[in-house]
């Protein structure tokens, strides 16, 4: 009798301590909900309306997007090759493939191995990768990472004005409206963004990046020098110069250099350019966007799409 | 104790047949398994060699082939469980595991598992039914005019591995006749004795062919090689009772080789010609219908049924007909 009873004890025990590690049978309890968003061509399309979806313990960004869409797969399931029949292809000598994000972030493993954890914002496109392999950040999810994080993670968020007057007290109170805490100290793992001119915000390193093109900083736009100041450009999809905004443009962009936190760009040639960039910051503005520029009127979103 | 797997002359149509039939219908076996993931097709695939192995008389190689390939199935089953957490069905959570990671048992890696299980465990069922049926030294024969070294250097093996296993056996007798009082023979020293034993006979061997002439020239004669005296003795005397036996009969001249041509040997190559070109006939119309992930989806139609049915028939060419 007393061995039964320690039997039972000990299968309790091990019981609890399977549980508490995290084991069990099926899938698990839900964690939240998640958001899933379809898009084509650097978001221009959406190829499915936006779904969410509650996550459970063992949830992917895989077992999420099978749940919501019709896909194929390949490398033993490890990537996407097809979303409701839209499948990774080379064509006119450009590939195009599916690539996502969670949170505004590009993830650092397959879909198949990015584990959720309940509030996410899972983004998938569909885009002609051929300029820019990597797009490291985008302003598309937006409050997403500045409001909980990335990668199971929340960061602390630092505003970095240099030389923004008005603009940065706008990106304050837009941020602010968000729900986004700032913090008081700048720190390593902070997410940082950078409000002011492009002649200021170019001496950062990861600003810098944009000036290299965006297949090292992901963002499809320049700022070249001319007559004294600087001017911006809208690049295209093969990251070809198409479109030249006028003197008082601003640019809402997401950049990351190696492996350090996003780090967003509110900026423009000059301050009027800074503040149309920061009167950008919301969902109306930046909802399935890489970047955006404006010239003060409605935003363009980046890469310039054919006219 | 001889092993099942070894080659043990039956009469039989794949015993009969030229190593190079054998090995058209056998590896067209093979060459679908690995070309296909259907587990319909691979099923078929299995179920033919096994025919084909009970056909020719290899049953019992068959059944250990069987029970090994099981094994060894069940083992990619659970190590893919185990290092692979993709599909859509979690079936286990075990939480976090050190080197693997978040660990999930879904159906999908199971079922894949049991697919990569079941096609070794066929290429394990074909490979038991030539090891059993097809002589090596026809094999050897039908070797020796592409790569005469190589052919010769697998003749010595096939023959001095196993005398030095019946030497390793000798030793450990003579070792165990010293009586319970004497000290253990550790395995080390038995090994270095064979090693000294396997090592002089190597020599000796090395020696006679020297003397034979094998180190000059090349043995193919089609290139103007000169042959010793009883290379040039055609295969048929070689094999003669009258004859000393000799330590390498199988490498006669090539001339003997057509000889070895039956009335077999066409109904193997086309069953093996027709089981490979359905097949990939069948890849292009589409009967390898088969993923696992995200989740498991498995194609059973018309194509799949019909080129499994075919693979299953053609198990049955070894059997023996009756005049």
């Known amino acids: 009798m007393s061995m039964s009873r320690g039997t039972a004890a000990a299968i309790a025990l091990l019981s609890a301590a399977l549980a508490a590690a995290g084991c069990g049978f099926g899938p698990g309890s839900g964690v939240g909900e998640v958001s899933l968003t379809v898009t084509r061509d650097y978001g221009a399309e959406q190829v499915q309306p936006p779904?969410?979806?509650?996550?459970?313990?063992?949830?992917?960004?895989?077992?999420?997007?099978?749940?919501?869409?019709?896909?194929?797969?390949?490398?033993?399931?490890?990537?996407?090759?097809?979303?409701?029949?839209?499948?990774?292809?080379?064509?006119?000598?450009?590939?195009?493939?599916?690539?996502?994000?969670?949170?505004?972030?590009?993830?650092?493993?397959?879909?198949a191995d990015f584990a959720l954890h309940g509030g996410e914002a899972i983004w998938w496109d569909y885009r002609n990768w051929s300029?820019?392999?990597?797009?490291?950040?985008?302003?598309?999810?937006?409050?997403?990472?500045?409001?909980?994080?990335?990668?199971?993670?929340?960061?602390?968020?630092?505003l970095e004005c240099r030389a923004a007057g008005a603009a940065c007290a706008a990106a304050r109170s837009k941020l602010a409206a968000?729900?986004?805490?700032?913090?008081?100290?700048?720190?390593?793992?902070?997410?940082?963004?950078?409000?002011?001119?492009?002649?200021?915000?170019?001496?950062?390193?990861?600003?810098?990046?944009?000036?290299?093109?965006?297949q090292v900083s992901g963002v499809f736009a320049d700022f070249t020098r001319e007559a004294g100041?600087?001017?911006?450009?809208?690049?295209?999809?093969?990251?070809?110069?198409?479109?030249?905004?006028?003197?008082?443009?601003?640019?809402?962009?997401?950049?990351?250099?190696?492996?350090?936190?996003?780090?967003?760009?509110?900026?423009?040639?000059?301050?009027?350019?800074?503040l149309a960039a920061a009167g950008l910051l919301d969902v109306a503005h930046l909802r399935d966007r890489y970047a955006v520029a404006t010239e003060g009127g409605p935003e363009t979103p980046l890469p310039v799409r054919p006219s | 104790m001889r092993s099942p797997f070894a080659y043990t002359p039956r009469p039989g149509p794949l015993q009969a047949a030229s190593p190079g039939a054998a090995v058209v219908y056998l590896g067209a076996f093979v060459a679908t398994a690995f070309l296909y993931s259907n587990p319909l097709v691979l099923a078929?695939?299995?179920?033919?060699?096994?025919?084909?192995?009970?056909?020719?008389?290899?049953?019992?190689?068959?059944?250990i082939a069987l029970r090994m390939g099981l094994t060894l199935a069940l083992l990619i089953v659970v190590v893919n469980v185990l290092v692979v957490?993709?599909?859509?069905?979690?079936?286990?959570?075990?939480?976090?595991?050190?080197?693997?990671?978040?660990?999930?048992?879904?159906?999908?890696?199971?079922?894949?598992g049991a697919i990569l299980g079941l096609r070794a465990g066929v290429a394990m069922i074909a490979f038991a039914v030539y090891s059993a049926c097809v002589d090596p030294d026809r094999v050897l024969r039908g070797l020796r005019p592409i790569a005469g070294r190589s052919a010769l250097t697998a003749a010595l093996i096939s023959r001095l591995v196993?005398?030095?296993?019946?030497d390793a056996a000798r030793l450990r007798d003579a070792a165990r006749l010293r009586g319970p009082a004497a000290a253990p023979i550790?395995?080390?020293?038995?090994?270095?004795?064979?090693?000294?034993?396997?090592?002089?006979?190597?020599?000796?061997?090395?020696?006679?062919?020297?003397?034979r002439g094998y180190a000059l020239t090349r043995l193919d004669t089609a290139r103007g090689g000169v042959l010793s005296r009883l290379d040039r003795v055609p295969h048929k005397q070689v094999r003669s009772p009258h004859r000393p036996p000799c330590v390498l009969p199988s490498l006669g001249p090539g001339r003997g080789r057509m000889r070895f041509k039956t009335r077999y040997d066409r109904c193997f190559y086309c069953v093996g010609a027709i089981v490979l070109g359905a097949a990939i006939a069948g890849l292009f119309l589409g009967a390898d219908e088969f993923h696992a992930y995200p989740t498991i989806a498995i194609g059973l139609g018309p194509g799949t049924v019909a080129l499994s049915a075919l693979i299953v028939l053609s198990g049955l060419a070894p059997r023996r007909r009756h005049a």
């Not at chain 2, 196993?162 to 019946?166: D, E």
Request: hydrophobic letters at 45%; glycine letters at 12%; aromatic letters at 6%.
């Open chain 1, 131 to 158: 300029a820019a392999e990597r797009v490291p950040a985008v302003v598309g999810s937006w409050p997403q990472p500045l409001l909980d994080g990335y990668e199971g993670k929340s960061h602390p968020v630092a």
């Open chain 2, 85 to 112: 957490d993709r599909g859509e069905t979690v079936l286990l959570r075990l939480g976090e595991a050190p080197l693997l990671g978040r660990v999930d048992i879904t159906a999908e890696a199971m079922v894949e």
């Open chain 1, 178 to 214: 968000a729900g986004v805490v700032l913090a008081a100290e700048p720190s390593d793992d902070a997410i940082r963004v950078l409000v002011g001119p492009w002649a200021r915000l170019r001496e950062d390193p990861a600003a810098a990046q944009l000036e290299q093109g965006p």
């Open chain 2, 44 to 63: 078929a695939v299995g179920v033919a060699a096994a025919l084909a192995g009970y056909s020719a008389g290899a049953g019992s190689a068959v059944r």
């Open chain 2, 186 to 211: 550790g395995r080390a020293t038995l090994l270095r004795r064979l090693m000294a034993g396997s090592l002089d006979r190597a020599v000796d061997v090395a020696a006679t062919l020297e003397l």
């Open chain 1, 51 to 111: 779904t969410s979806d509650e996550a459970s313990e063992s949830d992917t960004v895989m077992r999420v997007l099978d749940r919501e869409a019709k896909i194929s797969t390949r490398y033993s399931g490890g990537f996407v090759q097809a979303i409701d029949g839209l499948e990774a292809d080379e064509r006119f000598g450009h590939s195009f493939d599916w690539f996502f994000y969670v949170d505004g972030v590009e993830a650092p493993v397959g879909a």
């Open chain 2, 162 to 166: 196993p005398v030095a296993v019946a």
């Open chain 1, 229 to 274: 100041g600087y001017r911006l450009h809208g690049l295209d999809e093969a990251g070809d110069p198409a479109r030249d905004f006028g003197p008082d443009a601003g640019l809402v962009a997401a950049t990351r250099r190696f492996e350090a936190p996003p780090v967003w760009i509110v900026s423009g040639a000059t301050a009027a350019g800074v």
